[in-house]
């Protein structure tokens, strides 16, 4: 089946999920790692000044409803400056590049960074798809993460993904139970050894943040997850889903990515990062 999701729903959706998982956070934790956002209609970026890995420092949603125009890049290039960031990166469906995006990464000195795969189904298909639950290692189980686990998923999830320190989990501890969100865990005892979530978008939800310890990975814990989190769109009411992940490259294997077309989702489009850094920035337009 060739999935319908609209381009620009998903790239919403994504960057939707972002800002809300980061600057959503108690004020407290927002201060702590200098959390910035900035929302120009459907389009919006996120800037985490405290974070070493830069990986939260983006913009992204750009579409028909508000395009990449150069004025627009300028804008975000001005909000990343403002909060003292060294890098962020644009993200742009390559269907929704407008005309002169050449001359704007001229302009901005833009260089490409990480590629990206973009995926996507409808609910129906990701439902018909292999029960990920069914396959999952008997001396493991899947279920909802409850309040008082939050601290241990963060835990797992930021330690996984190399954002170690201890702000940054409290970040993601805050996003348990928050509106929009659902949160699972692969456990084995009483140990969490594998996390993903779920961002609810009107009629679009984003898979996010899957991740697992190396004593839960081979053992069909992130399917699991995956077939948990399909369920639960589907009882949100969710008709499309969305995920990404890194592209491969030649000789290259990535785990997610096969998990994902194993779970029904479709390759929709591969997307470029485009990374402003200050050190290469001398314009002052």
Same mark, same amino acid.
């Given at each position: 089946?060739?999935?319908?999701?609209?381009?620009?729903?998903?790239?919403?959706?994504?960057?939707?999920?972002?800002?809300?998982?980061?600057?959503?956070?108690?004020?407290?934790?927002?201060?702590?790692?200098?959390?910035?956002?900035?929302?120009?209609?459907?389009?919006?970026?996120?800037?985490?000044?405290?974070?070493?890995?830069?990986?939260?420092?983006?913009?992204?949603?750009?579409?028909?409803?508000?395009?990449?125009?150069?004025?627009?890049?300028?804008?975000?290039?001005?909000?990343?400056?403002?909060?003292?960031?060294?890098?962020?990166?644009?993200?742009?469906?390559?269907?929704?590049?407008?005309?002169?995006?050449?001359?704007?990464?001229?302009?901005?000195?833009?260089?490409?960074? *990480?590629?990206? #795969?973009?995926? =996507?189904?409808?609910?129906?298909? +990701? !439902?018909?798809? @292999?029960?990920?639950? %069914? /396959?999952? &290692?008997?001396?493991?189980?899947?279920?909802?993460?409850?309040?008082?686990?939050?601290?241990?998923?963060?835990?797992?999830?930021?330690?996984?993904?190399?954002?170690?320190?201890?702000?940054?989990?409290?970040?993601?501890?805050?996003?348990?139970?928050?509106?929009?969100?659902?949160?699972?865990?692969?456990?084995?005892?009483?140990?969490?050894?594998?996390?993903?979530?779920?961002?609810?978008?009107?009629?679009?939800?984003?898979?996010?943040?899957?991740? *697992?310890?190396? #004593?839960?990975? =081979?053992?069909?814990?992130?399917? +699991? !997850?995956?077939? @948990?989190?399909?369920? %639960? /769109?589907? &009882?949100?009411?969710?008709?499309?889903?969305?995920?990404?992940?890194?592209?491969?490259?030649?000789?290259?294997?990535?785990?997610?990515?096969?998990?994902?077309?194993?779970?029904?989702?479709?390759?929709?489009?591969?997307?470029?990062?485009?990374?402003?850094?200050?050190?290469?920035?001398c314009s002052n337009t």
């Amino acid at each position: 089946m060739t999935t319908t999701v609209p381009v620009a729903l998903a790239e919403q959706t994504e960057i939707a999920a972002y800002t809300d998982f980061a600057a959503g956070a108690p004020a407290s934790v927002r201060e702590a790692l200098g959390i910035g956002s900035l929302r120009l209609g459907p389009a919006r970026a996120l800037a985490i000044r405290e974070d070493p890995s830069r990986f939260f420092n983006r913009a992204g949603g750009f579409g028909p409803g508000r395009p990449a125009t150069a004025a627009l890049a300028v804008r975000v290039r001005d909000f990343f400056r403002e909060q003292g960031v060294p890098q962020g990166a644009f993200m742009i469906a390559p269907s929704l590049l407008p005309p002169d995006w050449a001359s704007t990464v001229a302009r901005l000195r833009l260089t490409e960074g *990480t590629r990206f #795969a973009k995926l =996507g189904c409808d609910t129906g298909t +990701a !439902l018909s798809a @292999a029960d990920g639950v %069914a /396959a999952l &290692d008997p001396a493991l189980r899947v279920g909802p993460v409850e309040p008082h686990q939050a601290r241990e998923w963060a835990a797992v999830m930021m330690t996984t993904f190399g954002f170690t320190g201890p702000a940054m989990a409290d970040m993601a501890a805050a996003c348990v139970g928050r509106p929009g969100w659902r949160q699972y865990a692969v456990r084995e005892g009483e140990r969490i050894v594998a996390v993903g979530s779920l961002f609810v978008n009107g009629d679009c939800a984003d898979m996010f943040g899957g991740a *697992t310890l190396p #004593a839960g990975r =081979g053992r069909g814990a992130q399917s +699991a !997850l995956l077939t @948990a989190r399909v369920r %639960a /769109a589907r &009882d949100a009411g969710c008709r499309w889903l969305v995920a990404e992940t890194g592209a491969e490259g030649p000789g290259e294997h990535n785990t997610s990515l096969h998990n994902m077309l194993r779970a029904g989702f479709e390759p929709l489009y591969e997307r470029v990062a485009w990374v402003w850094r200050a050190q290469d920035d001398c314009s002052n337009t």
